[in-house]
Structure formats: structure tokens, C-alpha cells
T-cell receptor, first 111, second 112 residues
Framework: EDQVTQSPEALRLQEGESSSLNCSYT??????LFWYRQDPGKGPEFLFT?????EEKEKERLKATLTKKESFLHITAPKPEDSATYLC????????????WGAGTKLIIKP | DSGVTQTPKHLITATGQRVTLRCSPR?????VYWYQQSLDQGLQFLIQ???????AKGNILERFSAQQFPDLHSELNLSSLELGDSALYFC???????????FGPGTRLTVL
């Protein structure tokens, strides 16, 4: 059964303190892995798509990487405005464009 | 702004009632997805439409139904509402051949 597990559930960092969020997945065949950012009460905002192991994508202070079993979202020198819940989702080769979602990591950056 | 619009932003109603949520996808997107997100819960996939046809069903209750119209907008109908149906309801759309889903701002439903 397809499964996505994100860790930690919550992460508190000081401004400027770099860290990583983890997304572990189990699928029969990966079509794609997706990272989203969600602010409270708002719709998820698309960040990255990763398709194959070894692939990396960057956007400002965020960098997403992918292995055959997990993805990391690295946050470098975060600012308070990076505080949000970060969601990971995967799409199985056999799915009909459905995404399997993780529960998210709530990131809090303290000034 | 993702380009996906949803109305209304907020909806307050009573148990037993019926409501309709509306979604307009991004220009050119043929696929529409509906999700439910309860307080501090993850995104629960409800249903997907592609160019007017139902393509996939998730954990959608029998009291809920949806459709996609010829102009590609979609409506989610929730009936016999219960307190537990209070949640954020999101619509997302995607382009043919591209897996990324783009989300609307959501409708917050409160059932009293």
C-alpha cells in the first residue's frame, strides 16, 4: 500500500538555524514526489516536483532532494516568514493522477 | 495566486442542511480535484473529475457528490450535514499530462 510519512511533526528553529525535513515514501513505482507549503487557513502552495533519485530543486532558501526511499527539504538560514506547514505527496505510476499525502511538518521559525 | 478560485470563502450552516461549494480551475486545466481538511488533519482526497467525467474517488461519503460542468467549473454538494463535516474544503486543478496540482484558497465550512 502506498504510504507517505513526514518527520518531524513539528520543528522549532531560531532564525538563521538551518535544518531538514524528511519525507519517507512507499510506492510500487514513483511517478513524482511533490512538496507544498501551507499557511494556516490557506490552500497548499506548490513548491517542487522531483521525479528521480538524485534529482535536486532549489528555490530561495529551500532545497529539495530525492532518494529511492525518501526526500529531504533543506531550509538554509530560515526567516520567520518561512514558518508554515510543509506537505509532501507522491504519485504512484499506477495511480490515476491521485496524490498520496503526508501529514505535514509544522515549521516555526523564531526571530 | 494559483489561478484556482473557490466560492464562498466561508459558509456557516446547521446540521441536516445541504450546501454547494463552487470551484473554477486555472485556465486550460481539465482536471479538478476536491479535498477535505479537518482541523489539524491532513488532506483527504474526495474525488477527481477530468473534462466533465469522474475519474477517481477517494474517501467521499455517500452524502457528498460532485460534478464538473462543460465550462469546466466544478461543484461539490454536501447534504445531511453533520457537525463532523466542519472543515476546510479545497479544490485543485492540473494540466493534462502534468501531475502538479494547484490549489484554490478553500471554503471553510462550519456546521452548527
Amino acid at each position: 500500500e502506498d504510504q507517505v510519512t513526514q518527520s518531524p511533526e513539528a520543528l522549532r528553529l531560531q532564525e538563521g538555524e538551518s535544518s531538514s525535513l524528511n519525507c519517507s515514501y512507499t510506492v510500487s513505482g514513483l511517478r513524482g514526489l511533490f512538496w507544498y507549503r501551507q499557511d494556516p487557513g490557506k490552500g497548499p502552495e506548490f513548491l517542487f516536483t522531483l521525479y528521480s533519485a538524485g534529482e535536486e530543486k532549489e528555490k530561495e532558501r529551500l532545497k529539495a532532494t530525492l532518494t529511492k526511499k525518501e526526500s529531504f527539504l533543506h531550509i538554509t538560514a530560515p526567516k520567520p516568514e518561512d514558518s508554515a506547514t510543509y506537505l509532501c505527496a507522491v504519485q504512484d505510476m499506477d495511480s490515476n493522477y491521485q496524490l498520496i499525502w503526508g501529514a505535514g511538518t509544522k515549521l516555526i521559525i523564531k526571530p | 495566486d494559483s489561478g484556482v478560485t473557490q466560492t464562498p470563502k466561508h459558509l456557516i450552516t446547521a446540521t441536516g442542511q445541504r450546501v454547494t461549494l463552487r470551484c473554477s480551475p486555472r485556465s486550460g486545466d481539465l482536471s479538478v480535484y476536491w479535498y477535505q481538511q479537518s482541523l489539524d488533519q491532513g488532506l483527504q482526497f474526495l474525488i477527481q473529475y477530468y473534462n466533465g467525467e469522474e475519474r477517481a474517488k477517494g474517501n467521499i461519503l455517500e452524502r457528498f457528490s460532485a460534478q464538473q460542468f462543460p465550462d469546466l467549473h466544478s461543484e461539490l454538494n454536501l447534504s445531511s450535514l453533520e457537525l463532523g463535516d466542519s472543515a476546510l474544503y479545497f479544490c485543485a486543478s492540473s494540466t493534462q499530462g502534468q501531475p502538479e496540482q494547484f490549489f484554490g484558497p478553500g471554503t471553510r465550512l462550519t456546521v452548527l
